[in-house]
């Protein structure tokens, strides 16, 4: 009822269903993750490549250029550079 008083409120949350939409697909997924450590590393790649899409970037392109250069990383202002947000990727190889 609450996009009867305020005309510029949507009148269903679709946009909200489709952001989580691949979070409850991949949730059948998950049902294997058959060891918590399993688990966690299931969701932190998820968070990863979330992350990517929300700020723009190809996951895989991103996760390969960060991934690349993460062991040569010797200061926090170049890991900085490397979170999807501040990085701008190059053409891809």
Request: hydrophobic share 40%.
């Amino acid at each position: 009822m609450r996009y009867t008083e305020a005309g510029y409120l949507p009148i269903d949350n679709n946009a909200a269903e489709r952001a989580i939409r691949p979070f409850v697909i991949g949730r059948k997924n998950w049902l294997f993750s058959d060891t918590p450590k399993g688990a966690t590393a299931s969701a932190q790649l998820y968070s990863l490549v979330e992350t990517a899409k929300a700020n723009g970037q190809e996951p895989y392109a991103w996760l390969r250029h960060a991934l690349e250069r993460l062991p040569q990383v010797i200061s926090v202002e170049i890991c900085e550079a490397l979170i999807p947000r501040s990085c701008s990727l190059t053409s891809p190889r």
